[in-house]
């Protein structure tokens, strides 16, 4: 992994982006990784039914919350189909690699794919999220 993609993962983790609890919001859902402890909280607000608005809280290792963080860049203002879109592209990403012309967040969550034992951190915020676009879809 490269020292720049290492500093935005320190920048994520130790300054995370929309940390906090939503005081009013629409669906939740958290996750816990039994194996080292890591715990992650995902929040969501529907403005309308349209634009969504995301936070989280959690306790646990540098890639685990910087990975949630990341993620909350991504989301922030999205409708549900772009929410969907977002998480279809960080599945492939995970799953191929990231491209060579990707934006900085997929480069820099594709060097922890090095790290095998440490994908479940990395991959806890965004099971939340499944688990959100799951209770989207039952409530439409």
């Keep these: ?21 939503m005081p009013e919001f629409t669906y939740s859902s958290e996750q816990h990784n039994r194996t080292c ?3 992650v909280k995902v929040f969501a607000a529907l403005d309308g039914e349209v634009r969504a608005h995301f936070s989280f ?17 991504l989301l922030q203002g999205k409708d549900r189909d772009e929410v969907r879109q977002v998480r279809d592209a960080f599945q492939a990403m995970w799953s191929a690699g990231a491209e060579e012309n990707a934006i ?11 790290y095998p034992v440490r994908s479940r951190c990395v991959k806890l915020s965004w099971q939340a999220l499944d688990d959100i676009i799951e209770s989207w879809a039952a409530a439409s």
Excluded at 1 to 21: A, F, T, V
Excluded at 57 to 73: P, R, T
Excluded at 104 to 114: P, V
């Design 1 to 21: 992994m490269n020292e720049q993609w290492k500093s935005l993962i320190l920048d994520h983790y130790k300054n995370p982006r929309h940390y906090g609890e």
């Design 104 to 114: 900085a967040i997929w480069q820099a969550l594709d060097g922890l794919r090095q």
């Design 57 to 73: 809280i959690g306790a646990g290792c540098s890639l685990c919350l910087a990975s949630a963080s990341l993620m909350m860049e």
């Design 37 to 39: 402890g890591d715990n």
